[in-house]
């Protein structure tokens, strides 16, 4: 029986354990890096370990810390969660011979499924479908696709429509291969147009339904939803019986997810891969099975295995992925202080949240901040309440993808059920037209500035008995003119109804929008029904001496210039000297503030300078974060 | 009063105006602020701004506002008596109206000691009125370094020129900072210069900021631009450690719509109002920490004027209102007595002005009322807790001097649109007038011309009505601004707000009280 269980792991998946594991009455211990200390999930537990360190491999990754913390801390069971270590045999079995329960399953199976060429090969024998083109493919095979094996990114990738093409495409891809990777290695597959990653969830070889995640971007899953929509009984019960097949092939234990790519024109599909381990994504399949995966897990760790399966789904459920990053900018991660992070908990809404209001999103680990999940009796109903949640959460201080998961939840072809992986891209985001959201913004601050007032708190904001100009606020660097006074605030084409420093009512064309404002020290952030919009207060005044391009060296006195010792272009140590300057017969040296480049000199020996003038730039030497 | 509330919004736009479209055109082309974007960018966002005296110089030769904006506003939480001068009149040339402004300014920075902050741009004087404003004019620095003596501190941001007298502005202010490349500092410019002395000279070497940041140190700062200026002038202030401690009580907005301030004054003045429904849209209204709004003094004594206690924006004030025009000998006893409770208790007065004077006729003089009036003023003129007064309607003869008018130094003077004021009623002193001549022309038999006698009436009567009316009062500075009455009670609250920055001690010396 499982005491005291550690979570290997971070963020909102440790979160989950530490849910069911109270609800259990097991005891909880969280390991975290320096970067996650302040998490909720550390909070969370009842004791927590520190990994020292920052990156995945001096934390997370760490065989012998993560099984030390164990030992200092009296844990008798360790749950990988997913990614980390949750798929590296060699840990499971370092935790079993530490004399600790494994949630997971067998060493073996893990690595019986690890190797892409060996669970190919075990799946193949079970007789389930895999994706790979016959040695001599037919007309029906078609289309076919060839790829080269150290290939990325679409390189050295040839799609195959008729028989006679495919010696001719394999020599040039191969050739191809040859010049770009220098391994002509290639093969050939069935090329699928428009794909659904289909996956069917097992605890041991019992069947938990199955979920489709096909919209995905950069190769990740974004959106995921139970059942998966519009598989017709043959296919499903066939997928089902596939996912049980591997699961026996390996007497597989414990809760895994056997992936399969769906092709739907054709209602064929192939076996891709098997998760050996808790998805990402089960909290959907815990919606319409009324099951709790971690809780079975959790069971089956204990030996505690009961018979039991899955039945027949209970509505429909979809998952979002909330992750930090930048959609315009190619979805870049993003980090930075979540000053905000509100998702309203309404009925049928589930949020599984690795971080709260307040919380520091770094650049060590995966950016996703949460999962939201929405359970209802029909798929459209699901799509329609999960839109409005994500619309009305509130999200502040980093950039997200919230936007695009709404648009996609609410685009017709998702809809419409179809679903793919060719979906997400061609799924345009609304532009998000900001209408009042900056005069909202500029009242709010208006406010905010009246309730820190010291002297002459009641009189109206922005009076004048001679009025000459608006007020204006800059935000963006852009102007908002608005009026205050007697009788309130006015502004140019709408009615200001009500202002306070969080809240901006008002009123154009007989329609009243209120719009949430929080006002932080640089910046403002706007929610209202049409989206969110954040704005850095530009100051009204800027010190010129704060101006100058950074990293440039000033003249401290008038003086000559008596030596210079770099060159533009040159690389500088911090404090290496740059330039001495002579002034009132005294010899100043001016030094780099920073390792750089110099990029410019603008002096040479025997020059004149002024105090305050530019004498030399610097550009940093910023290290990439990884 | 709506149609006067235009009125008063278009006088106003005059000020506004300035030296009119093609001086601000050229003035902004120049990259310069006018002086009222230098006020706005100068005080705290969002908060008030009391433009003082805006009407100054209406109705003479001189542009409306008189080439410079003079009022208060909170500088980094620091009530300041701020001046700018208005280069797109007339270069910012100081005519006689401006330096009257100006002294107003001051004597307002002085009582309620703020510190001053010029934002300064000016020609120096308009030369042909030279005689009006150079002897008199040299009080303006005599006044920045008595303040300065009486710790207000007083800040010159230079924005171009400040030459020969206007020198002494940053030369007698405590900091001073200076535009580069606009401001222009010097005694004698290169033609006075080359003819005093044979010197060639220009005007960067005299008197640029850059030199007098350098060389003279006379500039305390060098801003690169005006924004830059003015943010330094911030700095200051907020170094100038006055933080005012203690905020005033808790407080709620009046019981009754300051709205219907509009409809309270009737058309003709002769018509009397009831001071109580302005009094309930001006003060503070009942909550916790105010039980009542208006504890009336002595309400069924002298019931002319009302007196009583009540309190603005928090700020404890007694109150002084004319109820039926007339001041009899009761209404002068109770005045008298209510202004020494006052000092008593160190509160503020207010004064609320309807009044056509002292009662005349025999009854009433055989009663004393010159005795009983010269005591409502002697209270009046040796009162020593700040004094604000609103004329709201009627403010004639020897009433506006016991309702503690212009002559009194009250702290504040703000009229209402609906306001007179003279000696005498116009039709009243044209009457007084043909009576006089008619017994003149009696007196020597000549026939009266009752024809010319119609003619002078009516000139009469419109000349003083005319000069009777607000904005003349204004212009000649007899207030410190016309507003609309619905802003009574923020002009009030931002006035006694200011008075706050010095403590209220009420005097027991009065006069001889003639009994």
């Not at chain 1, 059942?227 to 598989?231: D, E, M, Q």
């Not at chain 1, 100051?539 to 800027?542: E, G, H, L, M």
């Not at chain 2, 020969?164 to 002494?168: F, I, L, P, Q, R």
């Not at chain 2, 002595?298 to 002319?304: A, Q």
């Given at each position: 029986m499982i005491r005291r269980l550690m979570v290997a792991n971070r963020g909102e998946i440790a979160s989950r354990v530490f849910r069911t594991c109270r609800a259990l009455g097991i005891e909880t211990v969280a390991v975290h890096s320096d970067a996650d200390a302040d998490l909720p999930y550390v909070r969370e537990a009842d004791l927590a370990v520190r990994l020292p360190g920052n990156t995945p491999a001096e934390t997370y990754l760490d065989v012998a810390l993560l099984l030390d913390a164990a030992r200092r801390t009296g844990a008798d069971a360790i749950h990988p969660g997913y990614?980390?270590?949750?798929?590296?045999a060699g840990f499971a079995a370092a935790v079993e011979d530490a004399g600790l329960t494994w949630v997971g399953p067998t060493p073996a199976s893990i690595e019986a499924m690890g190797s892409k060429v060996e669970a190919k090969r075990i799946m193949r024998e079970a007789g389930v479908p895999v994706l790979e083109a016959p040695a001599?493919?037919?007309?029906?095979?078609?289309?076919l696709i060839v790829k080269a094996s150290?290939?990325?990114?679409?390189?050295g990738m040839r799609i195959v429509r008729s028989l006679d093409a495919l010696d001719r495409e394999v020599a040039a891809a191969r050739a191809e291969a040859e010049s770009a990777f220098g391994d002509g290695t290639v093969f050939v597959e069935p090329y699928v147009e428009h794909g659904r990653h289909v996956e069917v969830q097992v605890v041991g070889s019992s069947v938990y339904g199955d979920r489709d995640?096909?919209?995905?971007r950069r190769h990740q899953k974004v959106v995921e939803e139970a059942?998966?929509?519009?598989?017709d009984d043959a296919v499903r019960t066939a997928m089902h019986d596939a996912a049980r097949a591997a699961a026996e092939a390996i007497d597989y234990r414990g809760a895994g997810t056997v992936e399969f790519l769906l092709?739907?024109?054709?209602r064929r599909f192939w076996f891709l891969e098997m998760n050996t381990r808790l998805q990402v994504e089960h909290p959907v399949t815990e919606a319409v099975q009324g099951v709790d995966l971690v809780e079975l897990q959790l069971r089956v760790a204990e030996s505690d295995w009961f018979m039991g399966w899955g039945g027949e789904p209970d509505g429909h459920a979809i998952e979002v992925r909330l992750y930090a990053e930048d959609p315009a900018a190619d979805h870049a991660p993003q980090s930075g202080v979540l000053t905000r992070f509100e998702i309203p908990a309404e009925d049928g809404v589930r949020i599984d949240a690795g971080y709260e209001s307040g919380s520091e999103v770094s650049?060590?680990?995966?950016?996703?901040?949460a999962k939201v999940v929405a359970h209802a009796p029909t798929r459209t109903a699901a799509a329609r309440r999960l839109a409005g949640v994500l619309s009305r959460a509130t999200i502040h201080g980093v950039p997200t993808n919230r936007d695009q998961l709404v648009a996609i939840l609410r685009d017709p072809r998702f809809l419409a059920g179809?679903?793919?992986?060719?979906l997400l891209p061609e799924v345009q985001v609304p532009p998000?037209?900001?209408?009042?959201a900056p005069v909202a913004a500029a009242l709010a601050i208006a406010e905010h500035d009246a309730a820190l007032?010291?002297?002459?708190?009641?009189?109206?904001?922005?009076?004048?008995?001679?009025?000459?100009q608006p007020q204006l606020t800059l935000l963006d660097d852009q102007p908002v003119a608005w009026w205050g006074g007697r009788d309130g605030y006015r502004v140019d084409?709408?009615?200001?109804?009500a202002a306070s420093p969080t809240a901006v009512t008002l009123e154009v064309d007989g329609v009243r929008t209120t719009y949430a404002v929080v006002v932080g020290d640089g910046a403002v952030d706007v929610d209202w029904p049409g989206g969110h919009a954040a704005y850095a207060r530009t100051?009204?005044?800027?010190d010129p001496a704060d101006a100058v391009a950074s990293g440039s060296l000033l003249?401290?006195?008038?003086?000559?210039?008596?030596?210079?010792?770099v060159a533009a272009g040159d690389e500088v140590a911090a404090g290496q000297p740059v330039l001495v300057l002579e002034a009132m017969k005294m010899q100043h040296t001016v030094a780099a503030p920073?390792?750089?480049?110099?990029?410019?000199?603008g002096v040479e020996t025997g020059a004149q300078v002024a105090a305050g003038e530019v004498l030399a730039v610097v550009a940093e030497t910023v290290e990439e974060e990884q | 009063m709506l149609e006067k509330l235009e009125s008063l919004d278009a006088e106003h736009a005059k000020a506004v105006a300035g030296g009119g479209e093609k001086y601000v055109d050229r003035h902004h082309a120049r990259g310069k602020l006018l002086p009222r974007e230098r006020i706005e960018l100068l005080v705290d966002p969002g908060s008030a701004f009391l433009e003082l005296?805006?009407?100054?110089?209406?109705?003479?030769?001189?542009a409306v506002g008189a080439s410079v904006v003079t009022g208060i506003g909170v500088i980094e939480g620091v009530e300041c008596l701020i001046t700018a001068n208005d280069p797109t009149v007339k270069g910012g040339a100081s005519n006689p109206w401006t330096v009257k402004k100006g002294f107003r300014a001051a004597q307002i920075a002085e009582e309620n000691g703020l510190p001053t902050v010029s934002l300064v741009e000016s020609g120096g004087a308009d030369l042909p009125t030279q005689k009006e404003i150079f002897i008199p004019g040299g009080k303006a620095f005599r006044d920045l370094t008595r303040a300065s003596a009486r710790k207000q501190p007083t800040i010159a941001l230079v924005f171009g020129n400040s030459t020969?007298?206007?020198?002494?502005i940053p030369g007698m202010s405590d900091y001073t900072v200076m535009v580069r490349e606009q401001a222009k500092v010097f005694l004698g410019g290169p033609p006075l210069v080359k003819m005093a002395t044979g010197e060639e000279s220009d005007d960067e070497s005299l008197g640029g900021a850059e030199m007098h940041a350098?060389?003279?140190?006379?500039?305390?700062h060098l801003a690169e631009d005006e924004h830059d200026a003015i943010r330094i002038g911030r700095r200051i202030v907020a170094r100038l450690n006055r933080e005012r401690r203690g905020l005033t009580p808790a407080y709620t907005e009046?019981?009754?719509?300051?709205?219907g301030l509009l409809d309270?004054?009737?058309?003709?003045?002769?018509e009397p109002f009831d001071p109580r429904d302005v009094i309930a849209r001006v003060v503070d209204g009942v909550s916790r920490d105010n039980a009542v709004a208006f504890d009336e003094f002595?309400?069924?004594?002298?019931?002319?004027l009302v007196t009583g206690w009540a309190r603005i924006h928090g700020h404890p004030v007694g109150i002084l209102a004319n109820a039926q025009g007339v001041l009899f000998s009761e209404e002068a006893q109770k005045a008298t007595q209510f202004i020494q409770l006052a000092n008593q208790v160190d509160t503020p007065l207010l004064f609320l002005h309807n009044t056509t004077g002292y009662m005349v006729g025999a009854d009433y003089e055989q009663g004393g009322i010159i005795k009983h009036g010269a005591m409502m003023i002697n209270a009046v003129s040796n009162s020593t807790v700040p004094h604000l007064s609103v004329i709201m309607g009627a403010s004639y003869g020897a009433g506006n001097y016991g309702m503690n008018g212009r002559a009194f130094d009250p702290r504040f003077l703000f009229t209402w649109p609906s306001a007179k004021s003279a000696v005498m009623g116009p039709a009243q002193l044209a009457g007084v007038l043909s009576i006089v001549a008619r017994a003149a022309a009696e007196a020597k038999g000549q026939d009266y011309d009752e024809e010319g006698d119609a003619g002078m009436r009516a000139y009469v009567e419109q000349m003083v009505e005319e000069a009777s009316l607000p904005y003349a009062l204004s212009g000649m500075l007899y207030d410190d601004g016309v507003i609309d009455p619905r802003d009574t009670r923020t002009v009030l609250g931002i006035c006694l707000s200011v008075i706050a920055n010095k403590p209220v001690v009420g005097t027991d010396r009065f006069g001889v009280f003639r009994m």
């Open positions: 990614g980390f270590l949750s798929e590296n001599q493919p037919t007309e029906s095979d078609l289309p150290a290939g990325g990114g679409g390189r995640c096909s919209l995905q059942p998966a929509p519009g598989l092709d739907p024109a054709t650049t060590f680990y995966d950016a996703m901040l179809e679903v793919s992986t060719a998000l037209d900001p209408a009042w007032r010291t002297v002459q708190r009641g009189i109206p904001v922005g009076w004048r008995n001679v009025t000459s084409g709408a009615t200001v109804v100051p009204r005044f800027t003249a401290p006195m008038p003086g000559t210039v008596t030596a210079v010792h920073t390792a750089g480049t110099v990029t410019e000199i | 005296s805006p009407l100054a110089g209406w109705g003479s030769d001189f020969a007298g206007g020198a002494y350098r060389t003279s140190g006379l500039a305390d009046p019981d009754a719509d300051p709205d309270l004054v009737p058309a003709d003045l002769k002595k309400p069924l004594y002298g019931s002319s």
